[in-house]
């Protein structure tokens, strides 16, 4: 009798993407010499695709490497060279998410960015640890240490105080060139500590209730951002507060660091459950926090049902007012934003696969041009700060900051405000002499848009 006919190898699979859990607590997650193998058979298999050569600067070091080798095969690069690779990923998600055919459910199983998640852990398991990129990711700390002496901070900081700024470099590595975010004494906790009343007369009066999770850039870095969200939210009846029991854990996942950001996922969850159980949507302001919160959180703690509860409760600020204007409607008093925006549509934005919400609620301000661009602006958290890294982050980003140039928009946002920060910076070569436009987050437009900031 002959074999059972076997399931046809598929060159490609049009299926919906989906993750696997992140084995953190197994040893065998950390075992280096097993990650090299896994690395090596996926490495070889994006080596005979190349579809992802445009995304970031990973692929053409993986592909020149290849190429440049004695052999021209994966056979022919050092294991110790595949850290070339690993350091230049931001875990944009993007290869997974847009490009690569072979993510499960396809056979091959490829999960590039969490590969290479699995590689940095390993490496930090082995002591292998970057001290000044950990430190500048403990952004509570270093947040409640400079609001106190925010304006001291800001001078020091500052690109222009160029003495210090080349100290800075040579001591700790953060590139003089970049401008760095800025410090306020009075955080988005401080300015509302006393939630603004919701308006009787808003459509979702009654109806929505919101706990903004005001994430650690927007509590210490733009506080304008939560009161902007307050605001808009006020306006639309919805009872919002803002609510911010610490980071969500990005820098450390970013550097393998994953029992402290399961940590952090759980007691975060834990500060949001009577919340939820009271009938709050938590709102996420930052991009990066609301993939973390959405996505990344679920997949080191499958198992815990207050995780789950969080995430399933959890929405974008785009996202969220969207769908308060689709089930309620806006509230009238939207002005048009003369010389239009540009909307730079964040890689953590679009990996939560919610559609480009930020442009969807813009365009809900009458006579506003809204553009969008759909392309990584480069930055990535550190990777865009520290001098090592930083030219790959330029490199990434100019032709974006190139096609913010040539919209010509009076406004440029972002779902990431490090990424509009980046871009905006990067615009001030490409458009060296002309207007600079100014940058905001989506959601302070809106406000502007209804006179509200």
């Given at each position: 009798?002959?074999?059972?006919?076997?399931?046809p190898?598929?060159?490609?699979?049009?299926?919906?993407?989906?993750?696997?859990?992140?084995?953190?607590?197994?040893?065998?997650?950390?075992?280096?010499?097993?990650?090299?193998?896994?690395?090596?058979?996926?490495?070889?298999?994006?080596?005979?695709?190349?579809?992802?050569?445009?995304?970031?600067?990973?692929?053409?070091?993986?592909?020149?490497?290849?190429?440049?080798?004695?052999?021209?095969?994966?056979?022919?690069?050092?294991?110790?060279?595949?850290?070339?690779?690993?350091?230049?990923?931001?875990?944009?998600?993007?290869?997974?998410l847009?490009?690569?055919?072979?993510?499960?459910?396809?056979?091959?199983?490829?999960?590039?960015?969490?590969?290479?998640?699995?590689?940095?852990?390993?490496?930090?398991?082995?002591?292998?640890?970057?001290?000044?990129?950990?430190?500048?990711?403990k952004?509570?700390?270093?947040?409640?240490?400079?609001?106190?002496?925010?304006?001291?901070?800001?001078?020091?900081?500052?690109?222009?105080?160029?003495?210090?700024r080349?100290?800075?470099?040579a001591?700790?590595?953060?590139?003089?060139?970049?401008?760095?975010?800025?410090?306020?004494?009075?955080?988005?906790?401080?300015?509302?500590?006393?939630?603004?009343?919701?308006?009787?007369?808003?459509?979702?009066?009654?109806?929505?209730?919101?706990?903004?999770?005001?994430?650690?850039?927007?509590?210490?870095?733009?506080?304008?951002?939560?009161?902007?969200?307050?605001?808009?939210?006020?306006?639309?009846?919805?009872?919002?507060?803002?609510?911010?029991?610490?980071?969500?854990?990005?820098?450390?996942?970013?550097?393998?660091d994953?029992?402290?950001?399961?940590?952090?996922?759980?007691?975060?969850?834990?500060?949001?459950?009577?919340l939820?159980?009271?009938?709050?949507?938590?709102?996420?302001?930052?991009?990066?926090?609301?993939?973390?919160?959405?996505?990344?959180?679920p997949?080191?703690?499958?198992?815990?049902?207050?995780?789950?509860?969080?995430?399933?409760?959890?929405?974008?600020?785009?996202?969220?007012?969207?769908?308060?204007?689709?089930?309620?409607?806006?509230?009238?008093?939207?002005?048009?934003q003369?010389?239009?925006?540009?909307?730079?549509?964040?890689?953590?934005?679009?990996?939560?696969?919610?559609?480009?919400?930020?442009?969807?609620?813009?365009?809900?301000?009458?006579?506003?041009?809204?553009?969008?661009?759909?392309?990584?602006?480069?930055?990535?958290?550190?990777?865009?700060?520290?001098?090592?890294?930083?030219?790959?982050?330029?490199?990434v980003?100019?032709?974006?900051?190139?096609?913010?140039?040539?919209?010509?928009?009076?406004?440029?946002?972002?779902?990431?405000p490090?990424?509009?920060?980046?871009?905006?910076q990067?615009?001030?070569?490409?458009?060296?002499?002309?207007?600079?436009?100014?940058?905001?987050?989506?959601?302070?437009?809106?406000?502007?848009?209804?006179?509200?900031?």
């Amino acid at each position: 009798m002959s074999d059972a006919p076997k399931t046809p190898q598929r060159e490609g699979s049009l299926d919906a993407p989906f993750r696997h859990p992140i084995e953190w607590r197994d040893p065998a997650y950390y075992d280096l010499a097993a990650v090299e193998k896994e690395m090596e058979r996926v490495f070889d298999i994006c080596h005979g695709c190349r579809r992802c050569f445009n995304l970031c600067d990973s692929f053409p070091k993986l592909f020149d490497m290849v190429d440049e080798s004695a052999t021209g095969e994966l056979d022919g690069v050092n294991k110790a060279d595949y850290a070339k690779v690993a350091d230049a990923c931001t875990l944009c998600d993007m290869c997974f998410l847009t490009k690569c055919p072979y993510v499960p459910p396809h056979e091959f199983d490829l999960d590039f960015p969490h590969l290479i998640l699995r590689y940095r852990a390993a490496k930090r398991k082995m002591g292998e640890r970057e001290f000044v990129r950990e430190q500048l990711g403990k952004t509570d700390r270093n947040g409640k240490l400079a609001k106190p002496v925010a304006s001291l901070a800001n001078w020091a900081t500052a690109r222009e105080n160029t003495p210090l700024r080349k100290m800075l470099e040579a001591i700790a590595g953060v590139d003089a060139e970049v401008e760095l975010p800025k410090y306020n004494s009075k955080t988005a906790t401080d300015r509302l500590a006393v939630p603004i009343p919701p308006d009787p007369a808003g459509p979702a009066f009654g109806q929505r209730k919101a706990a903004l999770y005001a994430t650690c850039f927007v509590d210490y870095n733009t506080p304008d951002t939560a009161v902007a969200a307050a605001r808009v939210l006020a306006r639309q009846g919805v009872e919002a507060r803002l609510v911010y029991p610490e980071c969500c854990g990005m820098p450390q996942l970013e550097s393998g660091d994953l029992a402290d950001v399961a940590a952090k996922a759980l007691r975060v969850a834990k500060a949001f459950e009577p919340l939820i159980d009271q009938g709050h949507e938590v709102v996420a302001l930052t991009a990066s926090c609301g993939l973390m919160m959405k996505f990344e959180w679920p997949l080191l703690l499958p198992e815990n049902e207050t995780v789950k509860k969080l995430a399933a409760a959890t929405r974008d600020i785009c996202e969220y007012v969207v769908d308060i204007a689709k089930t309620c409607g806006l509230a009238p008093g939207l002005a048009p934003q003369p010389g239009g925006v540009t909307v730079h549509h964040a890689c953590h934005a679009r990996a939560q696969n919610m559609g480009a919400k930020s442009a969807e609620m813009l365009r809900l301000i009458p006579d506003t041009k809204v553009e969008l661009i759909e392309r990584c602006s480069g930055h990535g958290g550190t990777f865009g700060v520290m001098k090592e890294t930083r030219p790959m982050a330029v490199k990434v980003g100019k032709p974006t900051a190139k096609q913010v140039a040539q919209k010509g928009s009076e406004t440029l946002c972002s779902d990431c405000p490090l990424a509009c920060k980046h871009l905006g910076q990067l615009l001030t070569v490409e458009v060296p002499d002309g207007p600079q436009p100014r940058q905001a987050h989506p959601i302070e437009v809106l406000a502007c848009a209804y006179g509200l900031m």
